[in-house]
């Protein structure tokens, strides 16, 4: 929700065709955090780096 309103989430999964082998290639999904639009590893590393502290 934004600022208390209710929001409609449409969600779009996109896929490709590799033409060279006619596959339909997507996203890995399991590789993706929880909530986010990035991968898990991806997502540790800035948490990490959010609590660097400079001397």
């Known amino acids: 929700p934004i ?3 209710q929001v409609f989430l449409h969600i ?3 896929r490709w065709l590799n033409t060279q082998t006619g596959k339909v290639v997507y996203r890995d ?3 993706v ?3 986010t639009r ?3 590893e991806f997502a540790a590393f800035l948490k ?3 609590r660097y502290q400079p001397d």
Request: glycine share 16%; aromatic share 6%.
């Open 12 to 14: 779009k999964r996109r």
């Open 38 to 40: 990035m991968t898990s």
């Open 3 to 5: 600022r208390g309103h």
């Open 48 to 50: 990490d780096i959010s």
């Open 29 to 31: 999904w399991t590789q």
């Open 33 to 35: 955090g929880k909530g």
